[in-house]
């Protein structure tokens, strides 16, 4: 692990870096994607499939009988942890409803806003070395509270051409109307575009790796909304004497084990608490399964020293962390001054995993810095504010004068007749 100590702020943009590709160095491979999806639909979808996921698949669509083979195979306790799971994500998603807004502003003009859920929706789901079936219920769950009619989900295939049982299980629990054997480029293309079998979505969400990531990105210069630009995962933990090095070590770990491309950094005043992290994180990379990731990710880490608190901050700040624990005593100096993070995690006893699948809050979150100007995924990323306006023959009168003036002074006399008018029809009768 890298170890660093009181950094220059000079070079903390070098030393906070992202272990990811620049965007040009896949754009030029994600827009032949693009082009070829959407000149020749399913059939390079087929093409692209065998190329990247290694299997040929006549059909692209799950069907009725692969959900109920898929939801077969999964044990009565993971059902049941999903279930708990749903329930908390439910309630604190239905708690972000908010009632209409009404209110006149002049006496005769009533202006109120109003929500109504974007139609079409698609769900990325990675299936690779872990298949995210936790990212259905963070974006299927708001999705069906929101009241989306259609729910894609696209998720690729393992090589005997099938989805995880997980993904398919939890896709018929939570609504998803559609679910494709489909993953990468090409998926967020087939959403894009429209093909013969996926249907064109109106706004795409779901995490994924740097190309997914770029693809999204690119959907978006063809009309195509996306939640955010979520890539690689990525943490960082701020911790004092206060905290308990076993912990944060498996803080550190379970972040490191989604990729290799994946990127966790501790802060913190205290060197003890450093070097004791750094042993203990040694001793638990030792057994895990995904041991092999993880050694590559933490390849990428960083334990950084800084003298005092708002130092810390400081840091913490200029980051913009996608996952944000927070394990010091002075809590309410830290939580006050925090501005830029996706997700923050406060204490000894609550893990970023917790986030990940089962206390309520959505993980679909901003990485690569887009903390800074991006809200993770909640209930409104399904929804638009639509705004009304009613006007009696007493509220024109009151504003009409104030329009006319301003379209005059901007040149636009069509704008101002519109008023002129009504105001004159008023008079006349």
Request: some cysteine; proline content about 4%.
């Amino acid at each position: 692990m890298n170890k660093i100590y009181n950094p220059e702020r000079k070079e903390w943009e070098a030393i906070l870096k992202r272990p990811t590709q620049e965007v040009a160095d896949i754009e030029g491979i994600v827009n032949q994607i693009f082009k070829e999806v959407k000149a020749d639909g399913d059939a390079l979808i087929t093409k692209y499939t065998k190329q990247f996921d290694g299997v040929f698949l006549k059909n692209i669509k799950v069907t009725e009988a692969e959900v109920k083979e898929g939801i077969a195979l999964v044990s009565e306790e993971l059902k049941q942890a999903i279930l708990q799971a749903k329930s908390n994500i439910e309630v604190f998603h239905k708690a972000q409803q908010t009632p209409k807004v009404d209110v006149e502003t002049t006496k005769g003009v009533q202006c109120w806003q109003e929500k109504r859920p974007i139609q079409k929706v698609g769900l990325y789901i990675p299936g690779g070395t872990a298949p995210l079936f936790s990212t259905i219920l963070m974006l299927a769950v708001p999705a069906a509270i929101a009241g989306c009619k259609d729910v894609v989900l696209c998720s690729p295939p393992n090589k005997e051409g099938k989805i995880n049982p997980a993904i398919l299980y939890t896709a018929n629990l939570c609504g998803v109307t559609q679910i494709f054997k489909v993953g990468g480029i090409q998926a967020i293309a087939g959403m894009t575009f429209g093909t013969e079998s996926i249907p064109k979505v109106y706004k795409i969400f779901g995490p994924g790796n740097q190309y997914v990531t770029v693809a999204k990105q690119i959907a978006t210069k063809y009309g195509v909304a996306i939640d955010m630009p979520a890539g690689p995962s990525e943490l960082l933990v701020m911790a004092d004497d206060t905290a308990d090095a076993a912990f944060v070590a498996s803080d550190l770990l379970s972040q490191a084990e989604h990729g290799v491309d994946s990127q966790v950094i501790l802060v913190s005043t205290s060197k003890k608490l450093i070097e004791e992290v750094e042993k203990e994180v040694g001793i638990q990379i030792g057994v895990l399964p995904r041991k092999e990731i993880a050694v590559k990710a933490i390849a990428n880490s960083k334990l950084i020293f800084v003298e005092n608190e708002q130092t810390a901050i400081d840091l913490i700040n200029e980051y913009g962390p996608e996952h944000y624990i927070l394990c010091v005593k002075n809590e309410a100096f830290f939580l006050d001054n925090t501005l830029n993070a996706g997700s923050v995690f406060i204490g000894n006893y609550t893990p970023e995993s917790a986030g990940d699948y089962a206390s309520g809050t959505n993980h679909t979150l901003p990485t690569n810095g887009y903390a800074k100007q991006y809200s993770g995924v909640n209930l409104d990323s399904f929804m638009k504010s639509m705004t009304f306006q009613k006007i009696s023959d007493k509220g024109i009168q009151a504003i009409g004068r104030t329009i006319e003036v301003m379209a005059e002074a901007e040149g636009l006399q069509a704008h101002k007749n519109a008023v002129t008018l009504r105001l004159q029809s008023l008079i006349n009768n």
